[in-house]
């Protein structure tokens, strides 16, 4: 059985930081393109940040580049996102999504795109 599992959320104050992990069960995370989106409430999903089969290209949303970093440890399974300087406006569910038969080089923030979700978890940047 094919899953994500992501963990890692929780509330942080305004300037903190987060890393976010989403491990894999059931199959090799880096033979896959694996995309971060968030949703917040009211809000359709938004692709946050992608990275390509075997971790060769990666892909930010303007909203997050130079505060977020994704990356990938083949030998846990796991796609991390480091959040930097987080801000209120980054609240959302984030969740992982995966999907297979990509390119090295390919990457895409449209979650139509993705085969496989976990269940998202909560990220909350509040005073």
């Known amino acids: 059985q094919l899953q994500l599992v992501e963990s890692g959320g929780g509330l942080v104050q305004p300037g903190g930081s987060l890393r976010l992990s989403c491990t894999a069960s059931?199959?090799?995370?880096?033979?896959?393109?694996v995309t971060w989106f968030r949703q917040a409430p009211g809000k359709e999903r938004e692709g946050v940040s992608c990275?390509?089969?075997?971790?060769?290209?990666?892909l930010y949303a303007d909203s997050v580049k130079g505060r977020f970093t994704i990356s990938q440890d083949s030998a846990k399974n796991t796609v991390y996102l480091q959040m930097n300087s987080l801000k209120p406006e980054d609240t959302a569910v984030y969740y992982c999504?995966?999907?297979?038969?990509?390119?090295?080089?390919?990457?895409?923030?449209?979650?139509?795109?993705?085969?496989?979700w976990g269940q998202g978890t909560q990220v909350t940047v509040s005073s």
């Open positions: 999504a995966a999907k297979d038969g990509t390119s090295k080089i390919w990457t895409s923030l449209y979650p139509q795109h993705y085969d496989y």
């Open positions: 059931g199959f090799t995370l880096g033979d896959y393109a």
């Open positions: 990275i390509s089969r075997g971790g060769v290209r990666t």
